[in-house]
Structure formats: structure tokens, C-alpha cells
């Protein structure tokens, strides 16, 4: 990974190999980033998404092999226990150029990833909501 | 729904049951936001999404139901007539992790949606082009 | 195309025949315009996208027609050999509501397409990285 910050946003290549979400999370501890949104693009050959069951309380996961673009990666960073929290959604098209997409697991490089992250001056934080959904929702402070 | 606003962006979550489009309305009058753009993902389990044909002049639209993750919500907040105008386009994955996606009518959150609503200064209105397109289209004043 | 430019943000329109990539591409020579990120959704009639082959160092291109939606456009705009560098990538959708996407070549607009340019006062560059994956990659200066 290699990037540059030009006021409060950061513009990052990632590189063949590099796995998505470890990256950003060890990129948002060194820059100590809490609160930004990401977006990206890029190519992979490895990913793991998810489609949350709200009853049953858990993420279905699938892994997706082959070469497959990133046609979109969404997402934020806030704080949950004073760490980095990512929560990243992703699009990515086949060789038939379907599209693919979910709650974004994990995701290794096969060319280049293309990511911005804009820094939010403020907090927002997680809290499980063990009520409701079973999930880590935005806590606002 | 609840937010807090850090300098111009909006962090917004959204909770189970809230209907996107008239819950992202009515948060549009509150705030006064008439020139913005907005971003966000999510799990929905009822969307109305369509496809506009050019020659009819009319959205073909198609309902979607159970558990859906958004893969990416895009779109603005303009102002027609003195009210917010959300244009709005979703992509969404089913249980397979196949992806659909269309013009955005209507999207029924299952677990939560988080949104990011940057506000731009300054002000763009809509026109239907009556000539062409048959739409409400960007008007530069 | 039609735009206005508020603080450091494009609001574009780009109109039926349109073809995205040239008219961005034009845009970004007479705006100046040479790091910036860019978002979108619109319909579109005729679209060529691509999956990069990395072991081949060769895009496969695709081809398809008849209405779709812009479902979302993502991308930046940077800099090579002085003039300006486009990386879009694309998702759609066709009249089933099912999503396709890739690398974006090319696209006509057959009702609108709704832009949004945000620049960021910086330079990156292009280099092509000969070694690993044969593509021009960000080169941070």
C-alpha cells in the first residue's frame, strides 16, 4: 500500500496480493483514522461476502475465486473499543461481466485497488444493538 | 433514523422498518438540505427499484423481496418546486450474492442503513424536459 | 453537458448521445481538472466494459445494448503524461433488473447522466508498472 493525504482526503493504491480489509485496518491505526467514508475500485481474484439473516442472527458467507473487477466498494470507518471499525460493502463483476456483490468479508488484490478515504472531523462510534438486529449499529456520542 | 452532523456531511443511521426514500424526505425538510449528494449501504428485505424506457416515457418497475444486503445506494438531493428532489440508484444482493439494481422508488430496511448525505453550497434545481427525455433533469440556474 | 462548479464540486448533466468517457474527458481538459473523484448513476443504451486479465495484460471487452440504468459510476480523474487519466468503473442494469459492470470503455446516455466531479487540490500521476500487473497505476510524487 502507498498513498498520500491532500487535506482530509487520502488517496491509496493497494497492490497484487494485498488483502482489502487487513490493509485498511492496519492503514486506519497508522493514520489514526476513526470517522471517514471509503470508496474503491480496483481488480481481485479472492473474495468472501455476506448477506446478514436477521432472524437467525448471522452472516451467510461465500467465497468467489477468478478474476473479477471491483465495481464498487463502499463503506465507513468508525471506532468501536477505541479500534478501527470497517464496515465495507462490494460489487464486483465475472467474466461474464454478471455482478456479484454483499457485505465485503475479505478481498485479495489481483492488479490494483484504487481507494479514497475522506476524513470526518467527529466521532461515531458502534454499539450492539442485542434488541433489534444482533448487530454493531452507528452510536452517536 | 438518527444523525449528527459533522461540518457539512450528515452520518445518518436508519433503522429496521424505515422506508429510505420518505424517511430521507422528511430529513431533507428538517435540515433544509436542497443540494447534496448521498451515499450509503444496508440490508433491506422489500425494494421497488425500475428502468426507465426512453420511448414509453415511463419507469418499468419490479418488486424485490427477503433478505437483500445494499451493495450501493448513489444519488442527490436537488430542489423542484421549492421541495426536495432525491434521485436515487441502489444496487442490491440476493441470497445467491447475485446483484440487482435500478432507479430507486422504494427500499424497506431490514437490519440498518448508513448513509452519508454531504451537503454541497449552492443550488441546483430539476426541469421536466418535456422535448427529449420526458424526465425531470438538472437545471442550472 | 451542462455543469456548475460550487466551492470544489462539479454538478454535471450530460445528455442523450452523450458519450461519457470523451465528454468527461473534455471536461477535464477545460476545467483543469487533474486529481478529482467521480460519481455518477444515469441511463444508458450502449455500453463496452472490460475485465482486466492479468495474466494475459489484456482487457476483455464486452459489449451490450438496449436500456439500462447507471446503477453507479465510480472513479477518479488523475494525471499522465499531462494529460488527464480516467478510471471509471460501471454497474448496470437491463430490463430483468439484473446488474452487469466492469471497466468502463465507453457508454452513450440515452436519457441523462447526473455527475458529480469533486476536486482535490494534489497531483497523482500515472506509471506504468511494467513488472507485475501491465497497468498504469497511481505514482505518488
Do not use: W
Not at 120 to 139: A, M, S
Request: glycine share 8%; with cysteine.
Amino acid at each position: 500500500m502507498e498513498y498520500r493525504k491532500f487535506n482530509e482526503t487520502y488517496v491509496i493504491r493497494m497492490d497484487r496480493g494485498e488483502e482489502i480489509v487487513s490493509s485498511l485496518t492496519a492503514f486506519c491505526r497508522k493514520e489514526n483514522v476513526t470517522l471517514a467514508t471509503v470508496e474503491a475500485l480496483g481488480a481481485a481474484d479472492h473474495v468472501v461476502i455476506g448477506l446478514y439473516d436477521v432472524d437467525a442472527r448471522q452472516y451467510h458467507k461465500h467465497n468467489f475465486d477468478g478474476p473479477m473487477e471491483i465495481t464498487s466498494l463502499l463503506g465507513s470507518i468508525s471506532a468501536k473499543d477505541g479500534e478501527p471499525y470497517l464496515h465495507l460493502h462490494i460489487n464486483l463483476c465475472r467474466e461474464d461481466m454478471s455482478v456479484i456483490g454483499g457485505h465485503l468479508n475479505e478481498c485479495r488484490i489481483s492488479a490494483t485497488c484504487e481507494m479514497i478515504v475522506r476524513k470526518i472531523e467527529g466521532i461515531v462510534e458502534r454499539k450492539l444493538d442485542e434488541e433489534v438486529t444482533g448487530l454493531n449499529l452507528f452510536q452517536f456520542v
